[in-house]
T-cell receptor, first 108, second 113 residues
Framework: GEDVEQSLFLSVREGDSSVINCTYTDSSSTYLYWYKQEPGAGLQLLTYIFSNMDMKQDQRLTVLLNKKDKHLSLRIADTQTGDSAIYFCAENTDKLIFGTGTRLQVFP | DTGVSQNPRHKITKRGQNVTFRCDPISEHNRLYWYRQTLGQGPEFLTYFQNEAQLEKSRLLSDRFSAERPKGSFSTLEIQRTEQGDSAMYLC???????????FGPGTRLTVT
C-alpha cells in the first residue's frame, strides 16, 4: 500500500543544519517532493527530485534520495527562524501521497 | 499569475447543512486536485480533474461529497448534510499536465458545529 512516514518533530539552533527524513513505499513514484506549511497557510512547494537522481541542491536546500531503501531527506543549511514550519514529503502517483509532516522548530 | 485561490477561507456551519467551496486554479493549468487535511496530519487526496473530466476519486469521497469542474477552469466541492467529522482544511492544487508540480491554494477551513 501507499505509506509515507516522517518523524514528528525536529528542534535545531539557528545557524545549524537541519535534516528531515522521510521513507516512502511506492517504488513507481517518478517524483518526490518537499513542501513547507506555515501556521494557517497552504503548502509551498520547496523542491522536488526525479526518481532517477540521487541528489539535488537548490541554494540552502539539499535533497538526497536513496531509491534502494526508499529514503528521502531534506537538508537545510544555515537554518533560520523563518524556516520554522511543518515540512511534508510526498510521493507522486498522479496524486500526491503525503507524510504526516515534521515540525521544525528553530531556536536562537 | 495570482496563484491558486480558494473561497471562502473559513466556513462555519451547523451539522446537516450543505456547503460549497470554490477553487480557481492557476490559469492554463489543466489539472486540478482537491485534498483534505485534518489537524496534525498531512493532506489526503480526494479527487482530481483533467480539464473538465473527473479522473479519480478517493474512497474518502463519500456520496455526500461532489466535485465539479464544468468548463475546465474553476472547480467546486460540495458537501451535503455535513457531519462533525467533515471539519478539516480543504486544499486545492493545480498543475500543468506533464510538469508534475502541484501548486496549492491557501485552503478553506471548515468547522461543523
Amino acid at each position: 500500500g501507499e505509506d509515507v512516514e516522517q518523524s514528528l518533530f525536529l528542534s535545531v539552533r539557528e545557524g545549524d543544519s537541519s535534516v528531515i527524513n522521510c521513507t516512502y513505499t511506492d517504488s513507481s513514484s517518478t517524483y518526490l517532493y518537499w513542501y513547507k506549511q506555515e501556521p494557517g497557510a497552504g503548502l509551498q512547494l520547496l523542491t522536488y527530485i526525479f526518481s532517477n537522481m540521487d541528489m539535488k541542491q537548490d541554494q540552502r536546500l539539499t535533497v538526497l534520495l536513496n531509491k534502494k531503501d526508499k529514503h528521502l531527506s531534506l537538508r537545510i543549511a544555515d537554518t533560520q527562524t523563518g524556516d520554522s514550519a511543518i515540512y511534508f514529503c510526498a510521493e507522486n502517483t498522479d496524486k500526491l501521497i503525503f507524510g504526516t509532516g515534521t515540525r521544525l522548530q528553530v531556536f536562537p | 499569475d495570482t496563484g491558486v485561490s480558494q473561497n471562502p477561507r473559513h466556513k462555519i456551519t451547523k451539522r446537516g447543512q450543505n456547503v460549497t467551496f470554490r477553487c480557481d486554479p492557476i490559469s492554463e493549468h489543466n489539472r486540478l486536485y482537491w485534498y483534505r487535511q485534518t489537524l496534525g496530519q498531512g493532506p489526503e487526496f480526494l479527487t482530481y480533474f483533467q480539464n473538465e473530466a473527473q479522473l479519480e476519486k478517493s474512497r474518502l469521497l463519500s456520496d455526500r461529497f461532489s466535485a465539479e469542474r464544468p468548463k475546465g477552469s474553476f472547480s467546486t466541492l460540495e458537501i451535503q448534510r455535513t457531519e462533525q467529522g467533515d471539519s478539516a482544511m480543504y486544499l486545492c492544487a493545480s498543475s500543468l499536465l506533464g510538469t508534475d508540480e502541484q501548486y496549492f491554494g491557501p485552503g478553506t477551513r471548515l468547522t461543523v458545529t
